[in-house]
Nanobody, 123 residues
Framework: QVQLVESGGGLVQPGGSLRLSCAAS????????IKWYRQAPGKERELVAE????????NYADSVKGRFTISRDNSKNTVDLQMNSLKPEDTAVYYC????????????????WGQGTQVTVSS
């Protein structure tokens, strides 16, 4: 039912920009719960950008601060990641993530991931 679909990845030269989009469907929770992660080959998946304080603030990995911006479009139900001044070390598969608190039939948390979109920064 819950579905996350990333788009916007591709090949870009160092210093270039890309805008990723995470299209969410199948849930009724506020989309500020959606976060962006990335994973490079041989490395663990890392948090890149997220909303905090119920969407009133943002948090970024130190490596992307000042270059990446996470935003929401409630009308489209998407969460976007604007990536500027891209560096080769930004090369990774980028994923959006959603954790949904569940209360019925039992209490817990369901976690969802999109399939990812490849970002390659190379000259």
């Amino acid at each position: 039912q819950v579905q996350l679909v990333e788009s916007g990845g591709g090949l870009v030269q160092p210093g270039g920009s890309l805008r990723l989009s995470c299209a969410a469907s199948g849930f009724t929770f506020s989309n500020y719960l959606i976060k962006w992660y990335r994973q490079a080959p041989g490395k663990e998946r890392e948090l890149v950008a997220e909303f905090t304080r119920a969407g009133s603030s943002t948090n970024y990995a130190d490596s992307v601060k000042g270059r990446f911006t996470i935003s929401r479009d409630n009308s489209k139900n998407t969460v976007d990641l604007q990536m500027n001044s891209l560096k080769p070390e930004d090369t990774a598969v980028y994923y959006c993530n959603l954790k949904v608190p569940m209360y019925w039939p039992q209490k817990g948390v369901n976690e969802y991931w999109g399939q990812g979109t490849q970002v390659t920064v190379s000259s």
